[in-house]
Every structure is written in C-alpha cells, then in structure tokens.
C-alpha cells in the first residue's frame, strides 16, 4: 500500500501489550491448554458451574441428529452446489446457552427438530465479572465442548468499565494515553464522544485515537482466562491492528460483522487491502470470517467470494444475516432467496440469524446489552429465543438439504 496502515508507534505498543501478555508463544500455549475441557470442567466446579455442566452433558445425548433426517428422506448431495455453515446469535451467557440446550434436546422426536448451530455468537459485554467468575467459561465449555460449535465469538466493546489501575498500567505500557471518567469508585470507562454511553455508540465502534489498544488487551486478557478464541471486532482501525498484532497467534481470530459488515465488492476490497498487509507467511489472517452486509445482494456476494478466492488468502468465510433484529435494520429483513442463490450457484456461505424472523419481545439488539442481573433473571427466557433462531436455522438448513445442498451443524448434532 502507498501508506503504511500502522506507524511504528503503533506497532511498537502493540508489541508492548504482547510481551507484557507473556508473549505469543505464551498466549498461544495457554489458549490451548483453555480450551480443554477437563481443564475448564474441573475450574468451573471450583466455581460453581459443576451441576450446570453436568447436565448440559446429559442434554446433548439427547440432542436431534441431522443424519436421521438424512435417511427418512433419502437425502443426497449436490457437489456442484455450496455448503452452508449455520450461525446463530444471542447465545447470552451460561444460563442462557444452558436453557437452549434443554430445548434442543426436548425437540428430538418432534416433527420440527431442532439442531445446535456450528457457530454461535454472543453479544456480552466482556466486563472482569462475567470473564472471570465463570460464566464465560461455562458457556464456552457448553458450546464448544459439549455441543461441539466449531466457533463460538465474543463481543468486546471498548466502552466496558474497567479498574482504572489497568488503565494506568496499559498507558505506562504502551506510552499512550487513554481519555477516560470515572464510573464507580476505582472503576473507569473510556469516553465515547459519539453518543457517550457506557457501550458507545451501537456496540463500541467508536474507536477514536488509540483505543483500539483497549480492544487487544481486552480480547487477549479474555483468550487467556478462559480459552475463547475468537471475538467479533468493533473498528476498521481495530481490524489494522488485529492484523498485525495477531500474525504469530493462530488460535487467536476475529470475526467483521455488525455495522462493520461489507455492503459491496469496493468495500471488500477494501478489507483485503488491510488483511493483505499484514498477511501470514502462510497465507491466513486473524480474520476468520467476514459479514457480508444486509444490503448487499446475492450476486455482490457471489462476486466477493471469488475475489477472496482470487485474493490468495486462506481460511476466511463469509456469512450473511438471513434475519435480523427489527432493531438492527428494515422490518421484515429476510434473504432467504439470496441465500439460495448464493448456494445454488456453487459458493459456500454461513448463514446467520440474528432473528429467528418474527418479533418477540426479547429478539432485539437491546436485550444484548441488558445489566449482567437483569439477564440473568432473564436467562430462561433467552434461552427460548435462542431457541427458536437454532430452529429457524434447522428449518431452513433442512430445506437445504431437500434441494441437495449439504448444511453445516454442530458436531453434537450431526453425529454421536
């Protein structure tokens, strides 16, 4: 590129936060041993979560399987159409995922069985009591160990109160200084000049001057207490930076979705002109996957599909909302019909529900950010909203399957 994204400056604080971090070998043996599931079962039971773990593992043997619809329906596939993945979103914390579960299993034998989704997303805000006091973890254990999700995403906003000690600590760190007030005592949150609210403006995308160092530290200090890897980004700047600070942490990777999603091919392009710049010596990225936005139309889709296949650079998928919160976008968004043609036309997508199509009171984009006691009153009730977007994606995964279109779900449901 004619100007380098990041200076030296930048790169150098990220280097610092890195090495204050242990380093990448460190972060990266760490995330490892994390995500083990005895490892995370016996931490869990030290703090509470041990019965809810155990059930959660007496659910999922219960759990509807894809291949008893494969054989009631003697269902073949078409190699010359796409693959689609399932994601679903809101997967709100332990209670919440716990719940979902319980309903997935009751599904089975139902003529509308429901499937667990290969990709979850969560939308918690990634405050030190959720990260560390377990509930993280358990959700974490319950999708990616026990349901098999082959990805489950957090949400770092950059707004979350934080000690003003770590800010301190980040400033001598790094040589930055981060424009902060004061929440509670000893507790500081960065000022959001956009809208000034604790979260910023729609999920923390405001990230002016050098808080996209808030955001790695953030997402790091998460990887290494709990194993997560992999975590939805709030910034253009904060995708620069990931790019960078990420090129020696494979098990560390970033999904571009929420308003940040590409609504044509020249913003695609765009974001490959960043991947590309720090690219991999092996030709991945910390970018995982990338939202294709809900303006965009099937044949952009297809097109930017084979411009990342042109592109060189390895492992991404791109995903598309099939649904969406009334609160997100227009009412009565559905791309369904995109969907299909994508498929049809041979390309692989991930299809997402943020909605499961209908408008219940708790599927909105503000029961995302409800206070930690205010959701867990609520759990039961997500988890049925959780629920019924898991059964949207089974309904159409299995209407993909009809056609000859093979559909990706979690390994929990696609075998025992």
Request: glycine share 8%.
């Amino acid at each position: 590129m004619k100007y380098p994204l990041l200076s030296d400056a930048d790169m150098k604080a990220m280097d610092a936060l890195k090495k204050h971090h242990g380093g990448a070998e460190h972060i990266v043996s760490t995330i490892k041993k994390m995500r083990d599931f005895e490892t995370r079962k016996r931490i869990l039971a030290e703090k509470g979560f041990g019965k809810m773990i155990e059930e959660a593992e007496a659910f999922v043997l219960k759990f509807p399987q894809v291949s008893d619809f494969e054989k009631a329906n003697n269902i073949s596939y078409n190699s010359s159409l796409g693959t689609g993945t399932s994601q679903v979103s809101g997967f709100q914390g332990a209670k919440v995922t716990h719940n979902s579960m319980k309903r997935i299993a009751a599904s089975a034998g139902s003529n509308e069985p429901c499937y667990a989704p290969q990709e979850m997303i969560s939308v918690v805000a990634l405050t030190d009591n959720y990260v560390y006091n377990g509930d993280l973890m358990a959700t974490l254990a319950m999708s990616e160990n026990i349901m098999k999700a082959s990805k489950f995403c957090s949400t770092n906003l950059i707004g979350i109160p934080q000690p003003e000690a770590r800010f301190r600590e980040l400033e001598a760190l790094t040589g930055e200084k981060f424009e902060r007030y004061e929440c509670d005592k000893g507790v500081c949150a960065l000022t959001l000049k956009n809208q000034g609210t604790v979260f910023g403006n729609f999920g923390g995308i405001e990230v002016a001057n050098n808080n996209h160092l808030i955001y790695l530290d953030g997402i790091t200090r998460t990887a290494l207490a709990t194993g997560g890897d992999f975590y939805l980004n709030p910034s253009w700047s904060t995708i620069a930076a990931v790019c960078y600070y990420g090129r020696d942490l494979p098990n560390l990777h970033i999904k571009v979705s929420m308003l940040l999603a590409t609504q044509s091919p020249v913003q695609f392009r765009m974001l490959l002109n960043i991947i590309n710049e720090y690219i991999r010596e092996d030709g991945t990225s910390p970018i995982y996957e990338i939202n294709i936005g809900n303006g965009s139309t099937a044949a952009n889709f297809i097109q930017c599909a084979k411009e990342l296949d042109a592109s060189g650079i390895k492992g991404i998928s791109l995903a598309a909302h099939i649904y969406i919160n009334p609160d997100l976008g227009m009412a009565n968004f559905n791309w369904t019909n995109h969907m299909f043609d994508v498929l049809n036309s041979g390309t692989n997508m991930t299809f997402k529900y943020e909605s499961d199509g209908t408008a219940h009171e708790l599927d909105t984009m503000a029961t995302y950010f409800l206070p930690e006691d205010e959701r867990e009153k609520m759990g039961v009730d997500i988890g049925e909203v959780i629920f019924n977007k898991s059964l949207r994606a089974s309904k159409d995964g299995r209407e993909m399957m009809r056609k000859g279109i093979r559909s990706i779900f979690a390994e929990s449901s696609q075998k025992r």
